[in-house]
């Protein structure tokens, strides 16, 4: 008999690319959202997670109480995706690489942390999948206390990075995606805006969203938060997972909490059978 039992819970993790803005490639739109339709996201969720990843349209889950519906999926469309990039000004190379009117190769770095198997199964995915649309991504692992400590706050991945984390329930992304969360010197690398975004129109529903006491208005708020992001793609949304949980057999009680509270926090509740 096992002494250990299995469950995956519905969570508040997500899984995106953050995109370099200041990238002379990715400052333009075209290429972002060609980058995005050049991902196969369905497939990899059917095959290495038995279709477990749900599909994102902004770092919003379904399930969060201020999800906006509506906002689309964008969809696995190569032919698009290379489409955008012609209309960007960029033709195929002699190595099937795609190159600007200045003949400068569209190769951009991909970086993560070392040591989740899976995801950098599914950074050599993307590779492959934006190889077939002519753009080079390079891959720049670092192991996770560089990556975290030092190339995310530093704002020094210089392409894309591919990253997850877990949030609370409408909780207002400040951290994430305010004007005031852009790594500086001058703030002592402080804030989560890794992309150096910078959206009056997304502060300004955020600043709504912060101060709001009518749940109307919040949610309003938080809707125009979300529509702003699938426009611009300031990061590029990958999926929601859910979390696994190993735990005794005679253990009762025991409720993943799906966000950044910690499951342990909620241990009086548990019992022995």
Not at 76 to 103: E, M, V, W
Not at 239 to 262: C, E, K, N
């Amino acid at each position: 008999m096992s002494l250990f039992s299995g469950q995956s819970s519905y969570a508040l993790a997500f899984w995106n690319i953050d995109f370099d803005l200041d990238n002379k490639f990715l400052s333009d739109i075209r290429v972002r959202r060609a980058i995005l339709m050049a991902i196969d996201r369905k497939t990899m969720s059917d095959k290495l997670a038995s279709g477990r990843f749900t599909l994102a349209a902004t770092w919003v889950p379904p399930k969060e109480p201020m999800f906006a519906p509506g906002l689309p999926i964008v969809p696995f469309d190569p032919t698009q995706a290379k489409a955008l990039l012609k209309q960007a000004g960029y033709t195929p190379g002699p190595d099937g690489i795609l190159r600007n009117a200045q003949g400068e190769k569209l190769s951009i770095d991909l970086r993560m942390g070392l040591g989740v198997r899976l995801m950098e199964l599914v950074e050599q995915i993307i590779q492959s999948q934006l190889k077939a649309v002519g753009i080079e991504a390079v891959i720049k692992n670092e192991v996770q206390r560089s990556f975290f400590g030092l190339t995310l706050k530093h704002r020094l991945y210089g392409g894309l990075a591919l990253y997850n984390w877990l949030f609370n329930v409408s909780y207002p992304p400040r951290q994430l995606y305010g004007l005031t969360a852009i790594p500086t010197e001058a703030n002592g690398w402080g804030g989560s805006n890794y992309m150096d975004w910078k959206s009056q129109a997304f502060e300004d529903q955020l600043k709504i969203a912060e101060t709001a006491l009518d749940p109307a208005t919040q949610k309003a708020a938080w809707a125009g938060m979300q529509r702003i992001y699938a426009e611009d793609l300031p990061a590029l949304p990958l999926f929601f997972v859910p979390q696994a949980h190993v735990i005794p057999t005679w253990l009762r009680g025991y409720v993943p909490s799906g966000m950044t509270d910690y499951t342990t926090l909620r241990a009086e509740e548990w019992r022995a059978e």
